[in-house]
């Protein structure tokens, strides 16, 4: 079992900054690569980015690219989402989650079905 919470979200103006923190818990850290997927009113939830187990890979959607920076410290079982120049596009319930079945330390999953498990997510409001 890996448990999850995520911290960070709250109101921001369009161009500010904002960092999210994911906390787990359950299992060693280092052993599953984690990934950050958001969810905006009225629409399906989407990834946003990745990172492998060991933290050297690191996969980005699009909207994200340029933007936003995804890290983990292992010694603290944390993940961050570093997210700059946002826009209320952005708006959206962000969610972190592991994937605990992947044995390839570099693999960065981007697909939901490849996470097993998920935080109950954090709000991100951007304001124009």
């Known amino acids: 079992q890996v448990q999850l919470v995520e911290s960070g979200g709250e109101l921001v103006q369009a161009g500010g900054s904002l960092r999210l923190s994911c906390a787990a818990s359950?299992?060693?850290?280092?052993?599953?690569?984690m990934g950050w997927f958001r969810q905006a009113p009225g629409k399906e939830r989407e990834f946003v980015g990745g990172?492998?187990?060991?933290?050297?890979?690191?996969y980005y959607a699009d909207s994200a690219k340029g933007r936003f920076t995804i890290s983990r410290d292992n010694a603290k079982n944390t993940v961050y989402l570093q997210m700059n120049s946002l826009n209320p596009e952005d708006t959206a319930v962000y969610y972190c989650a592991a994937d605990t079945r992947s044995s390839t330390s570099y693999y960065v999953p981007i697909a939901e079905y490849e996470y097993d498990y998920w935080g109950q997510g954090t709000q991100v409001t951007v304001s124009s």
């Open positions: 990172v492998s187990r060991s933290g050297r890979s690191t």
């Open positions: 359950g299992r060693t850290f280092s052993s599953y690569a």
